[in-house]
């Protein structure tokens, strides 16, 4: 029998999806994993190998470096020699936010930055740069600095330099944190400082880190980077550099992110007319259902002109266009992450029989359900 092919995994962290990703490519092409969850307190020096799939940065930056053998790393850090990167999107990542916090409706909004992590940064910088494109003005954009590294460790004092910022800010407030335990952070500060969230801030992190995530007194709304299509494509582009067809010189390859994964700590819309708001959660609690704009008016106490005349004002867009977008989304969903029969999924989403479900993906979308369940199913 051919000796298999050997991959180390060097990682000074873990998150299940990346290395179920580099799995699910590795059983596909019959390789053989390295054991070992690599950490700062165990490297197996000279572990036979054909190739690593790296975390570059401490503790195990001189091990990496010090390996022979082609590597391919998913990080943003910089390395000695170069490598070919397969990384999240981060531009993508903030645009994803800062378009999150816009459709709500908010004028106001803030990046809580820990310069010292260098993707948090590129996240700050993309973010403020979506929002300027967006048109908000930059007296609009503020930051939240973490704390100096001697009060990390010293939750009151740590606190209370946060919360001294925040009260300076106006409200309410869009903050995205750019990690999920920076929100955690802001949501338990809120929380028993006596601040709304998401009435008065509105936090959204990133990584959706579901034990984090779902557990904090406010549920946090998250980016879903793809870790598990990361792992994938960095395990493929590895396979590609030991078989030659790309060069350590590579073009990092970004990978998009899924989806938000909205919880309560964003579910807010910042809309000072309350009809518009209550005609908004009609459309999110019955989109399933064969509402009408004359069904949503009624609840909200508008008449269906009134109604959109509200919207164009207080959102730039009608009822119906808001009602389309949900159902869209949710088919779009359904589409990609099970294998529902396409005339199941149009009822589901609200649409009376799959023909209407059709014309609305050929319009939005340039292609049938199906071309989209082809291109972009997570269960192929």
């Known amino acids: 029998m051919d000796k298999p092919i ?20 590795a059983t596909e092409h019959k390789w053989h994993l390295s054991p070992y969850l690599f950490s700062g307190h165990f490297v197996p020096h000279g572990w036979p190998a054909d190739g690593a799939i790296t975390c570059y940065g401490k503790p195990l930056c001189k091990f990496i470096d010090s390996l022979d053998m082609p590597k391919i790393d998913v990080t943003i850090s910089k390395m000695e020699k170069p490598v070919p990167r397969v990384t999240v999107d981060n531009d993508a990542i903030s645009q994803m936010a800062a378009r999150h916090f816009t459709e709500r ?50 939750w009151e004092p740590h606190q209370e330099h946060i919360l001294k910022q925040i009260d300076k800010l106006p409200r309410p407030l869009a903050v995205f944190t750019g990690q999920d335990n920076l929100g955690a952070t802001l949501i338990e500060i809120c929380s028993r400082e006596g601040i709304h969230v998401p009435e008065e801030i509105s936090i959204l992190g990133v990584d959706d880190i579901e034990m984090l995530c779902d557990c904090l007194t406010v549920p946090l709304s998250s980016i879903d980077t793809n870790l598990e299509k990361m792992g994938y494509a960095a395990a493929r582009q590895l396979d590609r550099l030991m078989k030659k067809e790309i060069t350590n010189d590579e073009p990092p390859v970004l990978i998009p992110p899924k989806e938000i994964v909205c919880r309560q700590s964003t579910d807010a819309l910042a809309v000072p007319h309350l009809a518009v708001v209550q005609a908004l959660k009609y459309i999110k609690e019955h989109f ?50 099970t294998d529902e029969k396409i005339s199941a999924i149009a009822y589901d989403c609200g649409y009376s029989n799959s023909s209407n479900l059709s014309f609305a993906f050929n319009r939005e979308c340039d292609m049938s359900p199906r071309t989209y369940r082809n291109r972009y199913s997570t269960r192929r």
């Open 288 to 337: 399933q259902e064969p509402i009408t704009l004359e069904d949503i008016g009624t609840h909200a106490g508008m008449s269906k002109r009134g109604m959109e005349k509200a919207f164009l004002k207080h959102l730039g867009f009608s009822p119906a266009t808001e009602l389309r977008r949900i159902r869209l989304d949710t088919a779009k969903k359904l589409l990609t992450e």
């Open 105 to 154: 409706g908010f004028k106001h909004f803030a990046f809580y930055s820990w310069p010292t992590i260098e993707v948090n940064t590129l996240r700050k910088n993309g973010f403020f740069k979506a929002l300027l494109k967006a048109g908000v003005p930059e007296e609009n954009l503020h930051e939240i600095h973490q704390s100096p590294e001697h009060l990390l460790g010293q």
């Open 6 to 25: 050997t991959i180390l995994l060097a990682f000074h962290w873990y998150d299940r999806r990346v290395y179920k990703g580099i799995v699910r490519y």
